[in-house]
């Protein structure tokens, strides 16, 4: 039997509630801790249970969440296959080949002109770019992005360091 309002079976209510009259009616300190103890488990198996409901949901997340990474992805594959077509390719590499050579050409040392040709190749390649900036958007969310009405820990609120642990 599970309660309407809340979606916790009744029993586990019904004995929460037993309890704290219990612990009302407490004769001793000691009586009243080992009661405390009975409620605290009462509560965990609560939340546990309603934690559980929260998994029925994932489902539908992963469904609305699919479409989502699925509307992202394309145009990101049709903007990396135009950032890296062959002809694209191949005009950086002439024009890195082109860097490297000029700098051997003015008499800079084959081992500098290499690193400083590598830096420039980093430089002009947008692919990288694209997934530096995209990764620093997700660092700056704490590499995690927050999906609206998904709880986050107990009771649907959000986790913070060293809560809930």
Known sequence: MVDEKGGTPKKLEE???????????????????????????????????????????????????GEMVEDILQPLKELLNELYSP????????SVAEFY???????????????LTKEY???????????????GLMKGHGGRFQIPGFPHGRGGERKTDGEGE
């Open 87 to 94: 002809e694209r390719v191949q005009a950086m590499g002439k």
């Open 121 to 135: 190749m980093d430089s002009i390649n947008p692919g990288k770019k694209l997934m530096e900036m995209l990764g």
């Open 101 to 115: 050579k000029s700098l051997v050409e003015a008499g800079m040392d084959k081992e500098a002109a290499l690193e």
């Open 15 to 65: 004995l929460l509630n037993e309890i704290v009259e219990e612990m009302r009616n407490a004769r001793s300190e000691e009586e009243l801790e080992v009661l405390r103890k009975k409620a605290d488990i009462l509560e965990d198996l609560i939340e546990a249970y309603e934690g559980d409901k929260d998994l029925e949901k994932i489902p539908l997340l992963m469904e609305k969440v």
